[in-house]
Structures are given as structure tokens and as C-alpha cells.
């Protein structure tokens, strides 16, 4: 949450304790939730001001240094020197980079980009942050970005810390480790440009292309986190035998009962950054009434924008039918064991003057503790 976004929640909350009408229909749980919220909404403010003074200091110190320094030239004029075409990270890769994409690189561009044969560092970013404002699930997801197959390791067996007498030796406990091995598997997407997305500005043709690959991407990589069965592509939450910890909820319609015993069958050491993941029809036909029958009617489902008696609900409607996970997803771990490349053709659109592109990263992903996770799906009967 940005700034204002949480001066509006903490007003938002204000406004319903301070008012004795919708105060008095509150639980103490609400209350208990609303003060946990208000607590963690300040932290939050805390940091982000924090961090604006932060960048404010960096940008002041910036611009003294700035002063002392020749201008820089408008990107046209830059001295397209080799050392800078040559470093993916300047920009003078990156305008090379599009420039060949674009088909209208100088021989100097395309003898660069060619040696370098990877896509600029700006432009990655650019590409990886776009996935996360996008993506429903992958923002809450542990990732990496580890070349090659990737083995994480897990805590298989474990023992606690013990109490030791004072001149007591300790006892070895007989701890030891799993791993969850992730693979290099093909993720791709093509898109095919007109005439006219080619004749734009670099920075133009740079926005487009980001956000067509990242948009499509991001629904991939969510649809794997949620159902990828393994085969040739990421494992997914509901992928069979991935979850042990499951049962159902009432078939008929959700109760608050099954609210409770959802959250209560998780470990407590997981249930602290825990969050819900389900369709939305699962939401909003059956939560919101099974809450309703408590009191906690729409409107302080509103106010507490969509927590289930104070944990995070996460919509994502590539979870199967009437399936909800309740679990703390930083044990889904996902890993781009080769970053995204970007590639031309023209062949496939000769006649019409347009171009094809294709991105392609290699990646997968694993839940590494099934523990940390519940799966609770409708009753048959």
C-alpha cells in the first residue's frame, strides 16, 4: 500500500470505531483485528516515510553532484561510445537492443547487441516489475533467479532447542534436510507487430512490448501456481499429492464452522503470514454469507477490504471450482533459471509488412512445505 492508500484505510477505520452505531454491531474480534490492522498499517506508514526521506536525501545529494558536471546531451547526441554500446546495463545498449528488434539499427547497434546476444538490463526490469503489478499471485511467491536446475533445501526432520543444565553437555539433535529440486522449463509467448507499433519511438516501442510479454506471462505464471501439474511446466498449488493437508467444507453452503476449523488446522508457525487463496465465486457465494451469519455483514467485509477474520483473501479465479488454500504461500518457491530473451521474425509476416516477436525464459516452481499449506474443497455429499 502506498501512502495515501493507507491514510484512507486508517481514516476508513477511524470512521467506523468513532461512530457509535457501527461500533456497536463489532465483535471483539473485529475490534481485536481492527487494532492489529491499525497497528501494521503504522509500521507501514513508518517505513514508507522512512524510505521518502531516504530517496529525498539520495535525489538532494544527486543533484549537488549534478552541478558540478557537464549536462548530459539529449539522448540523439549521447556519444555512442563502445564501451557504453557494449554494457547491457547503459542505455546505450538498450536503445542498440530495440533498435535491432525495431529492424533499423545502425551496424554499430547490431554488432553490439549481437555479441552481447542478451536483452538490456533496463529493459528486464522493466519486464519483471511489470510481472509483479500484474500477476495475482506471483507478488506473494518466494522467487529467484538462479541459473540451471535449482535444489531447495527443506527441513525434513527437526528437533526443537532444549534446556541444558549448567555443565551439562548438549545432545546432537537428529536434524536433517530434504530438497525440492526445480527444473529449466520453456516459457513462452509470441506476439505479432504491425507496421505501425514498429514506426514508434524507442521508449514507445519499449512500454508496448513490456507490457504485451509481461500481461501474458503473468497469467501463465498464475496459472501454474494454482494448477501446473509438473509436466513440462511448474507445479502448482492443487497439482495432485502436493497438499496433504486437506478436507472439506459444508456442500450445501459454507458455514462459519468451516472458517474456523480452515484456519485452525494450519500449524501456528505458518498461520502468521497466512492468506486465503480462492475463486471468486467461492468468495463472494459462499464466505461472505458464512461471515454474514456472524454479523460480519457487506459493509464491514468492505471496510476490512476482503480479510477473513484478519487474514488476506487473494481472488484468483485459475483456482479449480469451489477449491480454497489457506496457507503462507512464501513456500512456494518459483526460480527463472534463465531470464527472458526477446527475438524476432519476419517471415511469418511478409505480406503484411508485420513482425513477430517471441519471449522465452526458462522456469518453474515447487511448493517446498506442503505443511505450510490447507487445501479445503466442497463436500461431496
Request: hydrophobic residues 45%; charged residues 25%; negative net charge.
Amino acid at each position: 500500500m502506498n501512502l495515501k492508500e493507507i491514510e484512507t484505510r486508517l481514516s476508513e477505520i477511524s470512521e467506523i470505531v468513532q461512530d457509535e452505531e457501527k461500533r456497536s454491531v463489532l465483535t471483539i474480534d473485529e475490534i481485536k483485528a481492527f487494532e492489529t490492522e491499525v497497528a501494521t498499517l503504522k509500521d507501514e506508514e513508518r517505513s514508507l516515510n522512512e524510505a521518502i526521506e531516504k530517496r529525498e536525501a539520495e535525489l538532494r545529494a544527486a543533484q549537488e553532484f549534478a552541478k558540478n558536471i557537464k549536462p548530459k546531451q539529449e539522448k540523439e547526441e549521447r556519444n555512442m561510445d563502445l564501451e557504453k554500446l557494449n554494457d547491457v546495463r547503459s542505455l546505450e545498449y538498450r536503445d542498440a537492443f530495440l533498435a535491432v528488434l525495431k529492424d533499423n539499427a545502425t551496424p554499430e547497434q547490431r554488432t553490439a547487441v549481437s555479441a552481447a546476444a542478451v536483452i538490456p538490463t533496463v529493459t528486464l526490469n522493466k519486464i519483471y516489475e511489470k510481472l509483479e503489478q500484474t500477476s495475482v499471485l506471483f507478488p506473494h511467491i518466494s522467487k529467484s533467479f538462479l541459473p540451471g536446475n535449482v535444489s531447495i533445501p527443506v527441513e525434513n526432520a527437526k528437533n526443537d532447542a532444549a534446556w541444558v543444565a549448567m555443565g551439562t553437555a548438549a545432545t546432537d539433535g537428529a536434524d536433517s534436510f530434504a530438497a525440492v529440486s526445480l527444473s529449466a522449463y520453456k516459457l513462452i509467448k509470441t506476439i505479432e507487430l504491425g507496421a505501425d507499433n514498429l514506426a514508434a519511438s524507442i521508449d514507445a516501442f519499449e512500454s508496448f512490448i513490456v507490457n504485451a510479454l509481461a500481461k501474458k506471462i503473468a497469467r501463465t505464471v498464475d496459472v501454474a501456481i494454482c494448477t501446473g501439474d509438473g509436466s513440462s511446466k511448474a507445479t502448482g498449488l492443487l497439482a495432485s499429492g502436493v497438499i496433504t493437508n486437506t478436507g472439506t467444507y459444508t456442500k450445501a453452503a459454507m458455514v462459519f464452522g468451516d472458517l474456523t476449523k480452515i484456519i485452525a488446522g494450519l500449524g501456528s508457525e505458518y498461520r502468521k503470514n497466512a492468506k486465503f487463496v480462492m475463486p471468486s465465486a467461492v468468495f463472494f457465494s459462499d464466505v461472505v454469507p458464512a461471515l454474514a451469519s456472524k454479523g460480519i455483514g457487506v459493509d464491514t467485509q468492505l471496510a476490512l477490504q476482503g480479510r477473513v477474520l484478519g487474514y488476506e483473501v487473494i481472488l484468483d479465479d485459475n483456482m479449480t471450482a469451489d477449491s480454497i488454500v489457506f496457507g503462507d504461500l512464501s513456500y512456494y518457491h518459483w526460480n527463472f533459471a534463465k531470464d527472458v530473451a526477446i527475438e524476432r521474425d519476419n517471415s511469418v509476416g511478409f505480406r503484411t509488412g508485420s513482425a513477430v516477436y517471441r519471449a522465452m525464459a526458462l522456469a518453474d516452481g515447487k511448493v517446498v512445505n506442503a505443511a505450510a499449506f490447507n487445501h479445503y474443497t466442497r463436500a461431496a455429499s
